[in-house]
């Protein structure tokens, strides 16, 4: 059969689309699994209108585990005016988390705290298995 001049035969119209597909497919598995693995993580702040004040205001419903470090590395459990030692941290949360399984932990440094107490109380949170850790701006 001979061609004509000007017309093409059918099987030159014909593109195989197969190789793009397959490269769209294994981009789009690949977004999918790699947006599943990203987690993101941020700290929450405990926020109120009144930024002002010297103690952070209480949970009328006591969710929260409040932790306040002094100036000199004192520990102060939900505002109790006594502080607590370092070796009381973990049994205090263990209690706390008894009470309320639902609770999280907020921790309050001072300017002049050190970070080595932050990340003690931050460790013996971890170790009771609490969860939600929330760090809040310094007074």
Not at 78 to 104: F, H, V, W, Y
């Amino acid at each position: 059969m001979k061609k004509i001049a000007g017309r093409k035969s059918e099987d030159d119209a014909k593109i195989d689309l197969t190789p793009m597909l397959d490269v769209v497919f294994i981009l789009l598995i690949f977004f999918v699994v790699t947006a599943t693995f990203l987690s993101e993580t941020a700290i929450s702040a405990a926020s109120s209108d009144n930024n002002n004040n010297e103690t952070p205001p209480q949970d009328d419903d006591k969710k929260n585990i409040l932790f306040e470090i002094g100036a000199n590395n004192e520990i102060i459990l939900n505002g109790n005016p006594r502080p607590i030692i370092q070796t009381q941290i973990r049994s205090n949360i263990d209690q706390l988390k008894a009470e309320n399984p639902a609770a999280s932990v907020i921790i309050q440094p001072n300017q002049e705290s050190d970070v080595s107490t932050l990340v003690l109380i931050m460790d013996s949170a971890r170790q009771a298995g609490m969860a939600n850790i929330s760090i809040v701006e310094p007074n």
